[in-house]
């Protein structure tokens, strides 16, 4: 949470008063294991991808940056695909 004024996590720009104090949710999923080798998330959540260079969390920013969707992963000894849409 950041607590205080949000310029761009802002809902309700009508009334700056109603918005000094936010409550951010960045993470909220369900996560099904279908098996040893698959699991299928979706809800809200943050991904860095790589080095961060086009897909990033930014963590170190004020508010961090969060994404709806559902992804799903294949995980083998050798290898891990993520699906995300």
Same mark, same amino acid.
């Given at each position: 949470a950041d607590w205080g /004024? &949000?310029?761009d996590q802002t809902p309700d720009t009508a !009334?700056? *008063?109603a918005t000094n104090n936010l409550l951010i949710v960045n993470e909220a999923y369900m996560t099904w294991v279908m098996n040893d080798s698959w699991m299928i998330r979706a809800g809200r959540g /943050? =991904? !860095?991808m790589a080095d961060g260079r086009f897909v990033s969390a &930014? @963590?170190?920013e004020?508010? +961090?940056k969060a994404f709806d *969707? +559902? =992804?799903a992963t294949y995980d083998? @000894? =050798?290898l891990r695909l993520n699906l995300f849409g």
């Amino acid at each position: 949470a950041d607590w205080g /004024s &949000n310029p761009d996590q802002t809902p309700d720009t009508a !009334t700056a *008063g109603a918005t000094n104090n936010l409550l951010i949710v960045n993470e909220a999923y369900m996560t099904w294991v279908m098996n040893d080798s698959w699991m299928i998330r979706a809800g809200r959540g /943050s =991904m !860095t991808m790589a080095d961060g260079r086009f897909v990033s969390a &930014n @963590e170190w920013e004020y508010v +961090a940056k969060a994404f709806d *969707g +559902a =992804m799903a992963t294949y995980d083998h @000894e =050798m290898l891990r695909l993520n699906l995300f849409g």
